[in-house]
Structure formats: C-alpha cells, structure tokens
C-alpha cells in the first residue's frame, strides 16, 4: 500500500507539478468563498489547488480579481476553461463536463490562472 500511494503521488505531480515545485504563498492561502481551495503562485500565474469536484460543475472563487488578461486553464487539460467575472469580485470558471477517468486526476484538481490579482 505504501508503493501504491507513492506511485499515486508521483503520478498527481507529474500532472500538477508546476502548482507545487518552485511555488510560494499566494496573498491569501485559502478560498474566501468556497473551502478546500488552497492557493500557491509563481511568476504571473496563480494556482488554485481543489480538493473536492463541485458537483454543479462551476467553481466559484472569491478571492482572484479578474482583469481583461485573465486566462483559465486546468493542468492536464488540453482546453482553456470557460469563466465569468464575478458580480461582487471574484471569478466563476466552468469545469470540464467529462467523466472522472477522462479528467487528469482523481484526487485533487489545480486550476491555473493568469492576469488575476
């Protein structure tokens, strides 16, 4: 079981790597608006790292700040993700519709964000 976990780790690394290594802390360390929703950034990029898959496929994010460079991606997804400015501040970003084995993890999801404050 140890091998087991040790192999999964690696695995979610090799996918989520860049929201890990060489990062550090981002102005606020978890979500103001949604839990299990930790943040780490590097360079212009902002990663928010999901530890549960919202069940109505939207991610509501009360802390990013949007701007007219705000860029959306999922590590481990080919395809920018769809997102709207939130009406009092933050960003609401629309998650892949895909069944679990298409997604690129199982465990935890990281959202990449560019051109947010």
């Known amino acids: 079981?140890?091998?087991?976990?040790?192999?999964?780790?690696?695995m979610w690394l090799k996918v989520n790597g860049d929201a890990i290594y060489a990062t550090k802390p981002w102005?606020?360390?978890?979500?103001?608006?949604?839990?299990?929703?930790?943040y780490t950034s590097k360079g212009d990029s902002v990663y928010a790292?999901?530890?549960?898959?919202?069940?109505?496929?939207?991610?509501?994010?009360?802390?990013?700040?949007?701007?007219?460079s705000t860029k959306v991606?999922?590590?481990?997804?080919?395809?920018?993700?769809?997102?709207?400015a939130g009406a009092g501040g933050g960003i609401m970003v629309?998650?892949?519709?895909?069944?679990?084995?298409?997604?690129?993890?199982q465990w935890a999801w990281v959202i990449q964000m560019q051109g947010v404050m």
């Not at 790292?49 to 007219?68: F, R, V």
């Not at 629309?94 to 679990?100: E, F, M, Q, S």
């Open 1 to 10: 079981i140890f091998e087991e976990r040790l192999r999964n780790m690696g």
């Open 27 to 38: 102005r606020v360390q978890n979500d103001t608006l949604t839990k299990d929703i930790w």
């Open 49 to 68: 790292i999901m530890l549960d898959w919202p069940t109505s496929g939207q991610l509501d994010l009360g802390a990013p700040k949007t701007s007219s």
């Open 73 to 84: 991606m999922m590590l481990g997804w080919a395809t920018p993700l769809k997102w709207t």
């Open 94 to 105: 629309r998650l892949p519709t895909a069944a679990p084995s298409q997604l690129p993890c």
